[in-house]
């Protein structure tokens, strides 16, 4: 099992910045790819920002230029900047279970709240 914590959310006024953290935990063999996802009230979730091993970086549209993801061994993080009300959602870290890429069964923490104030 891997445990996953994210940190670091909070209220924030708009163009104002926060920096997410993942930490990954357990029965780490290795891990190829972390990825951070967010849901708003009354919405699906969504990808956000995406890092794998040897292949870079993918980020949604939404957030290209404002956000950037990077890792430091078992811990991801996410650096956001010019935050908008509409990226106030419950942020997620999600590690594959196996592999490079995403599952039905990969690993999820417990989220955390970013709420930008307009």
């Known amino acids: 099992q891997v445990q996953l914590v994210e940190s670091g959310g909070g209220l924030v006024q708009t163009g104002g910045s926060l920096r997410l953290s993942c930490a990954a935990s357990g029965s780490i063999f290795s891990i190829n790819a972390m990825g951070w996802y967010r849901q708003a009230p009354g919405k699906q979730r969504e990808s956000v920002a995406v890092?794998?091993?040897?292949?870079g970086t993918v980020y949604a549209d939404s957030v290209k230029g404002r956000f950037t993801i990077s890792r430091d061994k078992n811990t991801a993080y996410l650096q956001m900047n010019s935050l908008k009300p509409e990226d106030t959602a419950v942020y997620y870290c999600?590690?594959?279970?196996?592999?490079?890429?995403?599952?039905?069964?990969?690993?999820w923490g417990q989220g955390t709240q970013v709420t930008v104030s307009s």
């Open positions: 890092i794998r091993s040897g292949s």
């Open positions: 999600r590690v594959p279970k196996r592999g490079s890429y995403f599952g039905s069964d990969d690993y």
